[in-house]
């Protein structure tokens, strides 16, 4: 059973803040990803890694950057949140036949 | 760039009856299609791909590439099928993946 971990299920954070998400992978997965949730306008890609130490932007990297220094872990780093980057944010790591598997969800509050 | 729209943010219906949740894409090549499910309080799962052609929990999805469209249709809707639905599109296999605004499906007994 593929599991994929956020380290948090709820963060509040305040503005300008430097902020953490963690996502852990146990399959070995090469292809893993960050994606936003927000009503409306459903998942938009920030970023995805296929392999270790390579990133590539998705639609909406504007204030995110992320760090895969092992292949099992892919971080999220929001470098001075502000109120807009509020939202739920997704891990998902992916097989080599594109099928996703999801982390629970990091719901994040910018206040 | 590829697209994927869902035009209905929200469906309602009585159970029993006939369910169709609308994707529509856009991209040059042939690419691959899935539908996503999330149920209340669950991860976000996958429900079916277009190129294993089979039906899961009722639901098929048939990929018309005239109409670029990849609907969900399922012929009598049950109460556990309320969720939260996404369609999204792989350029190819292993490839990351664009999804839909998504489409809540509600049930109603």
């Known amino acids: 059973d593929v599991k994929v971990t956020q380290s948090s299920r709820y963060l509040v954070k305040r503005t300008g803040e430097k902020v953490f998400l963690e996502c852990v992978q146990d399959?070995?997965?090469?292809?893993m990803f960050w994606y936003r949730q927000d009503p409306g306008l459903g998942l938009r890609l920030i970023y995805f890694?296929?392999?270790?130490?390579?990133?590539e932007k998705g639609d909406i990297p504007e204030g995110y950057s992320v760090s895969r220094e092992k292949k099992e872990r892919f971080s999220l780093i929001l470098e001075s949140a502000s109120t807009n980057q509020t939202s739920m944010y997704l891990c998902?790591?992916?097989?080599?036949?594109?099928?996703?598997?999801f982390g629970q969800g990091t719901r994040l509050t910018v206040v | 760039a590829q697209r994927v729209t869902q035009p209905e943010k929200l469906l309602s219906v009585f159970k029993g009856a006939p369910v169709e949740l609308k994707c529509n894409y856009s991209?040059?090549?042939?690419?691959?299609l899935f539908w996503y499910v999330q149920y209340s309080r669950q991860r976000l799962q996958l429900l079916l791909r277009?190129?294993s052609r089979e039906s899961i929990k009722g639901f098929t999805a048939d990929l018309n590439k005239g109409e670029t469209s990849f609907h969900l249709k399922k012929p009598f809707a049950q109460e556990e099928d309320s969720a939260m639905y996404y369609c999204?599109?792989?350029?190819?296999?292993?490839?990351?993946?664009?999804f839909g605004g998504g489409t809540r499906l509600m049930v109603k007994p």
């Open positions: 998902a790591s992916l097989t080599r036949n594109t099928e996703a598997f």
């Open positions: 399959m070995d997965h090469e292809n």
């Open positions: 890694s296929y392999d270790v130490k390579m990133k």
């Open positions: 991209y040059s090549g042939s690419p691959e």
């Open positions: 277009h190129i």
């Open positions: 999204a599109l792989s350029p190819y296999a292993g490839n990351m993946l664009t």
